[in-house]
């Protein structure tokens, strides 16, 4: 190689070290400039714990930029971008960076016009000389459970209180009658009839609870829907009679789906009997089976079907609510708790189903229970093979 060229690349060596350095440099002085005006950057050690919480967490620098968010923060909506994430928690922060008080409560973010607010239960701190860190937690669905716990509670008490008071009437009224036999004995039928609803009530407060669990289903097999329906009519023909209605299973299909045989009998069951006891006498009450698809999944549903009073629209939104009832008296003298059509839709939603009605005032309702079909193999035709 010429002497001449070879300096000439030397030196072009030269220049490229001296820039990279002085480039180095020039990084180094900016990023000393920023931190002692303020501008922290978050540290690896601070991205990992704020990775690691199961609460929101948000590092905010001097100028209401985000250094640092979670995932559960994201989820939150506590950033949008590199920007806090609403107004409201903007104006908290920098209320906690002017003063350089914590701030532990509640911040609430209207999330969509007409919603209910997203509540969050925010810690909001300094952090070194002029970050802010925010730690937030939804605690909306708690609370909304914490109601509808409480509201259950003071259902329940009332509703136990109404069959208590009146065994303790009868009772004193079989006392006071004890010369009279005839007296007696229709008393004694009434303290039958109140210990049958009192105890049918317990029992649904503890069905209704065992399926609000994080495991609702006590077993899963493979079950024949037929036999479900066939069950439902048998527990329920008794109660038909009495009042002169039809039970007719009108078309079946060779189903099955995965879950807990006897819960989903109670909840065919329950439909049956809520059938039954809103329609007139010598009414029908129909039950079929389909196979229907849709959005490219099979499914089995089983219609119950009435000519009884029907359930007006406003009525029809909160018939699956717990204790409610379109006819409270008709309820009460069949023996109803208001829990039946609750049961059934925490039945349909531990197998992955759900629960629907139509229903005209005066024409009848008709209650579909949909399940996710079982698609393996025919259990029958798998039984054949085995004993062949």
């Not at 690691?52 to 948000?58: F, K, R, W």
Request: glycine share 8%; aromatic share 4%.
């Amino acid at each position: 190689m010429y002497p001449a060229v070879a300096g000439i690349i030397g030196a072009c060596l030269a220049l490229v070290v001296v820039a990279f350095v002085h480039i180095v440099r020039r990084g180094l002085v900016r990023r000393r400039e920023l931190e002692a005006r303020g501008n922290p950057v978050a540290s690896e050690e601070v991205r990992t714990v704020m990775d690691l919480l199961h609460s929101g967490a948000m590092l905010v620098g001097p100028h209401d930029e985000i250094l640092h968010v979670n995932e559960p923060g994201v989820v939150l909506s506590l950033a949008r971008g590199s920007r806090v994430g609403f107004a409201t928690l903007l104006d908290k922060i920098r209320e906690v960076r002017a003063s350089g008080v914590t701030y532990r409560g509640s911040i609430k973010r209207e999330m969509h016009p007409g919603a209910d607010p997203l509540e969050l239960t925010t810690r909001i701190a300094v952090l070194g000389e002029s970050a802010v860190l925010v730690i937030a937690d939804d605690e909306s669905t708690q609370r909304r459970i914490e109601a509808v716990r409480r509201d259950f509670v003071a259902n329940i008490s009332h509703e136990l209180k109404t069959p208590i008071g009146a065994l303790s009437v009868l009772a004193e009224a079989v006392e006071a009658a004890s010369d009279d036999p005839e007296a007696v004995q229709r008393f004694a039928g009434r303290l039958q009839h109140e210990s049958s609803r009192l105890a049918e009530l317990v029992n649904q407060i503890i069905d209704l609870s065992r399926l609000q669990s994080e495991d609702p289903l006590l077993s899963r097999e493979i079950v024949d829907v037929h036999e479900v329906v066939t069950e439902a009519v048998d527990r329920s023909q008794e109660r038909a009679d009495n009042r002169q209605v039809s039970l007719i299973v009108a078309r079946t299909s060779h189903a099955y789906v995965i879950g807990d045989r006897w819960q989903l009998a109670d909840a065919v069951s329950n439909l049956v009997q809520n059938a039954i006891n809103y329609s007139d006498e010598r009414a029908r009450v129909t039950l079929s089976i389909l196979q229907v698809t849709a959005e490219g999944d099979r499914f089995v549903e089983i219609k119950v079907s009435d000519n009884g009073i029907g359930i007006s629209p406003e009525e029809q939104e909160r018939i699956f609510e717990r204790f409610y009832r379109v006819d409270y008296g008709r309820s009460r003298d069949a023996g109803g708790t208001g829990l039946g059509l609750s049961i059934v839709r925490h039945i349909a939603l531990a197998h992955g189903g759900s629960i629907r009605v139509w229903s005209r005032p005066g024409q009848g309702s008709t209650f579909t229970l949909r399940l996710p079909a079982y698609l393996g193999p025919d259990p029958q035709e798998s039984a054949l093979v085995e004993e062949n």
